[in-house]
């Protein structure tokens, strides 16, 4: 989490800059590629999938592939808390957004959760009961939370990390995973559940409840591996080997080499794409504004030394990319 109301910056200079040298960002939009007549920037022999990602803001992401649409941490609502003022208020009433859910949702077939802290989890609740046939994946406490919210038991499937399911061809493997760090080497409200609580009513209700991450293997073989917060298993991670790596930027240096480890671990993917760096309490119409507590210019240099072979993406919201 961070503490100061984001900055507005300039995303092309910012893109431009993480594209120096080496790295390029991985693929123009779908809509800007058909406007240039160019296809995308992949290596001479290998084959861009259909599927189309479009990032949600924070670490969430809606993928389209085939007619199908999958959702992780989908948070969409931008409620203000006060996080990004400096006066980050606990008790914040959890408020969702109806109408914006609505208009970017689709018609999610499965629901990926990394862990339970408002900006991940706040929508699924709602979504869940707009998309009545959507599955939901996530930890034990995801469970007893969205059976606090009503949501039928039937329909989540929990899992640990190392579980590999396969959707009708649509293969997620879950990841055991580990929180970001802040300065005190903790993060806000960990704990986990063993039973339903009261409906939560408020974002210090919603536990992070262990994290996850996701290796999502699409039918026609491209594969993404998704993060909700910038710490990791080294070992669980180790040898997953996606094509796209949606990569949690930190907000502090409090995990030992983060960025070489974490790219090491994933076989330096041919695309590194950082998210969890904007500020997730203002619109998105108004688009993504840096968090000015972040590093991300050192973060994507970090990338760019550690895997000069990887392009970068820096997204911008909403926008369908393929890889």
Known sequence: MTAKRASRFNRRLLIRGAAAGAAVPAVLPTTARAAAGTASRTPSGSKTSDATFQWLGTSGWRIDTDGRTILFDPFLSRFETGLFKQSFNPKTPLTTD????????????????????????????????????????????????????????????????????????????????????????????????????PRPQTVSDLPEGDTLAFHVTLPDGLSAFLMGASDFSERDAAGLRPDVAMVATPST?????????????????????????????????????RDSTMDLDGFLARIRETSPGSRILLPEYLTPYRF
């Open 98 to 197: 109806g109408e914006t859910i609505d208009r970017h949702m689709g018609r999610p077939e499965l629901i990926l959760v990394s862990h339970c802290h408002w900006d991940h989890l706040n929508d699924v609740p709602y979504i869940a009961a707009a998309a009545p046939d959507a599955r939901i994946v996530g930890t034990e406490t995801t469970y007893h939370l969205l059976r606090a919210f009503g949501v039928d038991k039937a329909r989540i499937a929990v899992v640990k990390g190392g579980e590999v399911l396969d959707f009708d061809g649509l293969v997620v493997e879950a990841v055991s995973s580990r929180h970001s760090r802040n300065d005190a080497y903790s993060y806000f409200v960990p704990g986990t559940l063993t039973s339903p609580p």
């Open 253 to 289: 240096s409090a995990t030992h080499r983060y960025a070489p480890r974490l790219l090491k671990a994933l076989g330096h993917p041919a695309t590194v794409v950082p998210v969890h760096w904007d500020n997730f309490e203002l619109p998105l119409d108004e688009g993504a504004h």
